[in-house]
Each structure stands twice: as structure tokens, then as C-alpha cells.
């Protein structure tokens, strides 16, 4: 299975990965947490990224598309969510042309809404293990001990663009940029809709419900 999550920053698309990691069995791949690592090891990449990441701005198409294209290449399996990719109309077309190239075309794009209240709730209380990327909330998934990883002890930080400034550009170019791509893998016939306000384990039923569904509807009747 390949499918996208689609949804404004704070809609819940990690911790719904993770869990989704879980119960279907296949890979995480988020470009957010590429750009970081390029950071973190102070590649050219990471140069290139930095100052933008920060000020909550898109790095390039061409840049972004080269590094996914990399990472979906050395994958041990075709099994995988995108998350934070695609980011913008050129993005999307760009992914859609490279698996149909290699005739593994997604599967399907969840999107998850959620509202301006919501999300600036989970954003300015997000804290994030800098070592195993683990997410945790403040108020609604604090980790056991104060700003210690519950998994692996790693150090908990607040990411430099969660905060009211930088969110409020990153949601500017969420509406302008990335909101589009909602129209765009519905008029394919590939969007499925959740309700990012629930919690994540609602989110993960509702998710896997429609799964479940969709599969049941593609089967041949004689087989049900
Ligand atoms: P995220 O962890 O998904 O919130 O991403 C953090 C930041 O990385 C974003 O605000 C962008 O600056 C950058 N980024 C991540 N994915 C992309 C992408 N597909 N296109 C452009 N920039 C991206």
C-alpha cells in the first residue's frame, strides 16, 4: 500500500503515522524529518534548508522531489505513507509521473482537516524526542518524566517553527500551496477524508474503517 497524508501542520499526520505504522506494517517517510536530519548533519541540503525551515517557508520543488525521489529508490519495500510530501501542486505531479514511471502508482491521499483552534493547540504544545523523533503533547501525551523520551531517554525539544509567528506563515502557505492538492487527488478518485480534530486513535479506527470499506467495495461480489 502507498498513500499520502495530506493536512495543514498540527493536523496530527506523525503521531497518526506512527500509529498507522503499526497496524498496517509499512514505512514512515517524512520529508520534514529529512530536511532536519540533512540539518542536523550539516550537509549542503541542510545549509539550503535551514533559514527557510525556520521561517517556515518550502524548500525548492526541484530539491525536495530530487531527496524523495533518493529515499523511494533505497526503500526495502513499496509499502509506504508519504508524510509532508507533496507540498504543492508541482510536487504532486512530479510524484504521480515517477510511479507511474516505475508502475507503482499510489494508492490513496488521507486528508486530514482540522480547525485553526486544533491546531494551534497541538503546535505550540509539540515537544519532540531529538533522537528518535517520538512526538508527545504537553497536555494531551506528556512524556513520564519532564522533557525526557519515554522510549529511548532522548532529549525533548520544541521545534524552532512551532512557534505563533512561524505558524502563522506556515499556514499561510498551507491555504495558498498545499491545500489545492486536496482537488487534485479527488478529481483521481483517491482522496479519502477524516476528521483531524478527533484524537489520534479515533483517527486511526476511522482511517482503518475506510480501508476496510473500500476494500470490501472493490471485491467481486461472488467472492464476499
Ligand atoms: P514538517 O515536519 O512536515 O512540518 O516540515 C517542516 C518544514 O520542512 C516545512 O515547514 C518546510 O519548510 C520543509 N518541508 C518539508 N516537506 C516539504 C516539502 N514537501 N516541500 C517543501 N518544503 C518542505
Redesign the pocket.
Known amino acids: 500500500m502507498r498513500l499520502v497524508l495530506l493536512g495543514p501542520?498540527g493536523a496530527g499526520?506523525?503521531t497518526l503515522a506512527a500509529l498507522l505504522k503499526k497496524s498496517l506494517g509499512i514505512l514512515h517517510i517524512?520529508?520534514?524529518?529529512m530536511?532536519?536530519d540533512e540539518i542536523k548533519h550539516n550537509t549542503p541540503v541542510g545549509h539550503e534548508?535551514k533559514k527557510?525551515?525556520d521561517n517556515?517557508?518550502?524548500?525548492?520543488?526541484e530539491l525536495?522531489t530530487t531527496l524523495?525521489k533518493a529515499r523511494l529508490k533505497e526503500l526495502p519495500s513499496n509499502n509506504y505513507m508519504l508524510?509532508?510530501?507533496?507540498?504543492?501542486l508541482v510536487?504532486a505531479e512530479q510524484l504521480d509521473e515517477y510511479l507511474n514511471d516505475i508502475h507503482k502508482p499510489l494508492d490513496c491521499a488521507v486528508y486530514m482537516e482540522a480547525s485553526l483552534k486544533k491546531i494551534i493547540f497541538r503546535l505550540s504544545g509539540r515537544m519532540v524526542c531529538r533522537n528518535c523523533g517520538m512526538l508527545y503533547h504537553r497536555s494531551t501525551r506528556p512524556p513520564l518524566k519532564t522533557g525526557v523520551c519515554n522510549k529511548c531517554s532522548g532529549e525533548l525539544y520544541q521545534?524552532e517553527?512551532d512557534n505563533e509567528e512561524t505558524i502563522k506563515t506556515?499556514m499561510h502557505?498551507y491555504q495558498e500551496s498545499t491545500k489545492p492538492i486536496v482537488h487534485y487527488y479527488e478529481s483521481k478518485g483517491k482522496l479519502i477524508r477524516i476528521d483531524g480534530d478527533a484524537e489520534s486513535e479515533d483517527l486511526e479506527a476511522q482511517l482503518l474503517k475506510k480501508f476496510n470499506e473500500s476494500k470490501a467495495s472493490n471485491q467481486p461480489k461472488d467472492s464476499r
Open positions: 501542520p499526520k506523525g517524512s520529508t520534514g524529518d530536511l532536519r534548508a527557510l525551515i517556515g517557508n518550502l524548500v525548492s520543488d525536495i524523495i508524510d509532508g510530501y507533496p507540498r504543492t510536487q521545534r517553527d506556515r502557505i
